[in-house]
């Protein structure tokens, strides 16, 4: 699953086992610091996993479509936006559309995204490894690390650095 051979397979395991010390390194790590390595380490990881040989996010998990990834999907499949939504969203708790069902319609078996290049703005910003949202959203962050390896890999890398 993992491109790279220094990183075990039983990445998910040691992800459980350092949820701790994570929401540790998260809730009170030197704050500036964490944010100014995350550009780095978040171009590590994506160049240590790649997201074709897992598509974990894809299979289990629905990105939010804000009205304008709506409009400029719909477009790109040539149907009408009602059509989109009738077709593949719901609306959920927080109001917000949604898949009606994983994994994604628009994930091929190849594991790649058939709208790739129009796909929702959530999908192009998963897993907010380079973005402020990893330590303002820390309970996302957790469980983002137990089944995205990017965000493991992210995380021990802060754990090493900072922890
Ligand atoms: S779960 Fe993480 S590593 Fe897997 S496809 Fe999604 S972003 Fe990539
Ligand atoms: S739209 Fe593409 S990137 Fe987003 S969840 Fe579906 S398959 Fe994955």
């Not at 540790?24 to 380490?41: D, F, R, T, V």
């Not at 289990?60 to 409009?71: A, E, T």
């Not at 400029?72 to 936006?81: S, V």
């Not at 690390?145 to 090493?160: A, G, K, M």
């Amino acid at each position: 699953m993992l491109r790279t051979k220094t990183m075990k397979q039983d990445w998910k395991k040691r992800a459980v086992e350092q949820q701790k010390a994570f929401r540790k390194l998260l809730e009170k790590g030197p704050k500036n610091k964490i944010l100014a390595a995350l550009p780095q380490l978040h171009e590590n990881a994506f160049a240590q996993v790649n997201c074709l040989d897992c598509a974990a996010c894809c299979k289990n998990y629905s990105p939010r479509f804000k009205q304008p990834d709506i409009k400029r999907i719909a477009k790109y499949l040539r149907i009408k936006e009602g059509e989109l939504v009738a077709r593949y969203l719901r609306l959920d708790e927080d109001n917000d559309y949604v898949l009606q069902s994983e994994p994604c319609p628009f994930l091929g078996a190849d594991n790649a995204c058939s709208i790739y290049d129009e796909r929702p703005s959530d999908c192009r910003r998963f897993p907010y490894t380079d973005e402020d949202i990893l330590l303002k959203r820390i309970p996302l962050t957790l469980k983002n690390s137990t089944f995205c390896p990017i965000t493991y890999t992210v995380l021990e890398q802060l754990r090493e650095r900072f922890g």
